[in-house]
């Protein structure tokens, strides 16, 4: 009896457990981007599988992230100029084009529709007819009169007479539409052309960071060298730690940045860079690596954005140029190989070396563990608060115990005068 009662509660149970699974009330989770979704803390996502991590800024220096669902495109018309300069160089030059065979076909249009409405084209061989234009017997002649006129060619057949005031207006229109399709055009194509963007090719960094000790404290290290001849003025670097993290109050944050010291405060970041540099960031308290330990490092989902600012010498524009490091990309115990060499009368730089590394000897353990280690070994092992007292307390025994030795004596005199006396 009690085994058919306990059976029948197990069938109830699990009747009751079926019913909750089917029940159409479902609890929805809040729906997340799919870069928030990818970079799940590990403790929240459940595929624990080792993933590619996706590259927020690629080696090249483009920066991998794509806007969708943007509603508000007319904003991108109000800045138009931005917009043509921004543009691929095909869809530039199919613009450059169209803009001008528009306009050409426009006027174009409107001086064969003067020409039409007033009797032209009925006089074309009437010498005693004063037309609009001269020669302009059909589309195409007022086609290419448009074309003459915008461009200022100039060729004298087609001539425009001064018996149609309609037509000098339009004259003054399209010359004053013209010029200003010029300048914008021109404009965009000679900003398009003189963009700094391929002098950032000639700016290379290296394809390792390094961890390694600098005048014993633990650093991260990268290098970075310019190509060509002529320098980048007022050069300045920068350094972006890439990671997503879990505020204490639950909010997840995807791809947080956060700053990294490469000498912004001694003036270590801005750079004189003739010959390729090694770009130094000491891992202290303030730094974001400053408890990761060797065993750590590849464990952690991070990246390091490293930016390289200045001016181009030959045109006075800014230049920019950027790069990343991931986990897989720092290497703990290693530096850069030189690449300097003095030669008869110059220093000359060897690119082939430029991204060599070699190991050297470097503690496995965090700048925190370091820094704990050190602080222990400067202290001695039996220090405490108590000796430290004892060592307080012990001047102060010393003189009672003077004292006492004093009193002693002074008491033997004087016995020794009484035992004098009484003889």
Known sequence: MARLTESMTNVLEGDSMDQDVESPVAIHQPKLPKQARDDLPRHISRDRTKRKIQRYVRKDGKCNVHHGNVRETYRY????F???????????LLIFVMVYTVTWLFFGMIWWLIAYIRGDMDHIEDPSWTPCVTNLNGFVSAFLFSIETETTIGYGYRVITDKC???????????????IVNAFMVGCMFVKISQPKKRAETLVFSTHAVISMRDGKLCLMFRVGDLRNSHIVEASIRA????SKQTSEG???????????VGYYTGDDRLFLVSPLIIS?????????????KAQLPKEELEIVVILEGMVEATGMTCQARSSYVTSEILWGYRFTPVLTLEDGFYEVDYNSFHETYETSTPSLSAKELAELASRAELPLSWSVSS???????PETEEEEKNLEEQTERNGDVANLENESRV
Do not use: C, M, Y
Not at 83 to 91: A, G, P, Q
Not at 388 to 394: M, V
């Open 251 to 261: 909010e997840f944050i995807p791809l947080n940045q956060t700053d990294i010291n």
């Open 388 to 394: 430290k007292l004892n060592q307080r307390a012990d």
């Open 281 to 293: 960031h000491e891992i202290n308290q303030q730094s974001p690596f400053w408890e990761i330990s």
């Open 240 to 243: 972006k730690l890439i990671k």
């Open 165 to 179: 005031p309609e037509g000098i207006i339009l004259l003054l229109i399209q010359s004053v539409l013209g010029s």
């Open 77 to 80: 018309l109000t800045d138009i």
């Open 82 to 92: 931005t917009t043509l300069v921004d543009l691929k160089w095909r869809f530039n």
